[in-house]
């Protein structure tokens, strides 16, 4: 009988983890595939490509209306997010119910979500306390004995000077060569992989000493500092060393007790700012999710259609259809879905049928907008709706196809999988077949 711990990369897609790990940055990761029999498995998140939507899919098999980071709740009249300044509390009694957790009375770190877990060590991804299991300990009581260590606040010191000095540099440099790094990510990135990369790792060990299982922990460092960055900027490469090194220290504390699973939610692309909101004729309301925007063009409790749309605002719509920048623009008519591409067909961003079938469940939530938009690649950077220098939640690169680390032995199979809660089921087996 194995307990079993699984460790979230949040934003590092399969491709660049190959590229990583055939550069040498990854040397645990390799011992894991050439000496410990694991396997790299790519996979489909689906659309959207963002934390919220992947991560609810694999804690839960559940991710429907989920159609970004950040939406317009219809009927609750509120702006929903993640990430600092989480409005999800005001919603989320409307979702997960029946589901099965995967993480049911073990350990959830540092995720978006408490996947029905015993405990969180009082650590969520930003704000998450309204979801935090009663009996869970705070951040408080798990950070007191961290700090409490010598040896961890040394390390901890001397990590933030090391950080903050190396982003100083990164910052500079890439100024320097043209460049102009998300400022708002930069300082998110040195506080993610001083203090919250180590806590959870801390707590990821300290979940394993006490015996829970199956633990789940989120790790974002490398998709801060690419959100920032951009994901091939060297800054990036680098921290992938950084999260090699803690999948390292997690698997040597294995020990025959435990069996490590090693996931990410979605990949990353470089890309080019667009203030896409500030331009829309007459400034209706958007929310945007890297190159994925969502437009609501009426205030009432239901999406228009395609027809009311360009009934009642075709200049939107003529003016969307008119920008280079814009790859797609998707609506609903009654059950069926009506996609307008600007440039390329869909076959450019992934497997056509595939991905329309991605979009069309996507398609299907109330909670889109009433036109949802997606970002044209340019020179191979896509058109981001955000300050990002690498984004990610929509279409094309590798933003859609992230991986899953296995052992052969297991018999994971995700050739099938296009879509993150296409996974769960996966996840829950395995959970089973090790716990028997």
Not at 68 to 75: A, Q
Not at 336 to 357: Q, T
Request: a negative charge.
């Amino acid at each position: 009988m194995k307990k079993l711990v699984i460790l979230h990369i949040d934003g590092l897609g399969a491709a660049m983890l190959q590229r990583a790990v055939k550069a040498g940055r990854m040397p645990h990761v390799q011992r894991l595939l050439e000496g410990d029999g694991y396997e790299l498995h790519r996979y489909r998140c689906g659309v959207p490509s963002t934390t919220p939507f992947a991560q609810a899919g694999i804690l839960y098999g559940d991710n429907r209306e989920i159609p970004s980071f950040r939406w317009w709740d219809r009927e609750r009249q509120v702006l929903v997010q993640f990430g600092a300044g989480s409005t999800f509390k005001k919603v989320a009694d409307k979702y997960f119910n029946g589901c099965d957790p995967l993480t049911k009375g073990g350990a959830c770190i540092a995720a978006c979500y408490p996947g029905g877990a015993a405990d969180t060590f009082g650590i969520a991804y930003q704000d998450r306390s309204y979801l935090a299991p009663s009996g869970s300990r705070s951040a408080a009581s798990v950070l007191a004995p961290y700090l409490a260590n010598p040896i961890h606040l040394g390390d901890w010191v001397w990590q933030t000077l090391m950080v903050i000095g190396r982003t100083v540099r990164d910052v500079t440099t890439t100024r320097m060569e043209g460049g102009h790094p998300a400022r708002r990510y930069v300082a998110t990135d040195v506080v993610e992989e001083v203090f919250v990369h180590h806590l959870t790792r801390y707590a990821v060990e300290k979940a394993m000493r006490e015996g829970y299982s199956p633990i789940y922990a989120g790790f974002y460092a490398f998709d801060e500092t690419a959100h920032a960055f951009g994901p091939s900027d060297p800054a990036a490469q680098r921290i992938l060393e950084h999260v090699d090194h803690t999948i390292g220290r997690i698997a040597n504390a294995r020990a025959d007790r435990y069996e490590l699973v090693v996931l990410s939610d979605h990949g990353q692309v470089d890309a080019i700012p667009y203030k896409l909101e500030e331009m829309l004729p007459g400034r209706p309301r958007m929310t945007a999710s890297g190159g994925l925007g969502h437009i609501y063009l009426a205030e009432g409790e239901r999406r228009l259609s395609f027809s009311e749309v360009r009934a009642g605002r075709p200049d939107v719509l003529s003016w969307l259809q008119a920008q280079k920048e814009i790859a797609l623009v998707m609506a609903r008519e009654g059950s069926e879905d009506v996609l307008l591409l600007n440039g390329p067909d869909l076959s450019a961003y992934d497997d056509p049928d595939i991905l329309r079938g991605q979009l069309s469940r996507l398609n299907s939530f109330a909670n889109c907008g009433d036109l949802v938009v997606f970002g044209a690649f340019k020179d191979g950077k896509q058109i981001n709706f955000e300050d990002q220098a690498g984004g990610h939640g929509s279409i094309g690169g590798e933003q859609l196809h992230p991986f899953l680390l296995a052992k052969t032995e297991w018999g994971v199979d995700t050739g099938r999988v296009t879509g993150a809660h296409e996974l769960h089921p996966l996840l829950c087996d395995l959970r089973d077949a090790l716990a028997t």
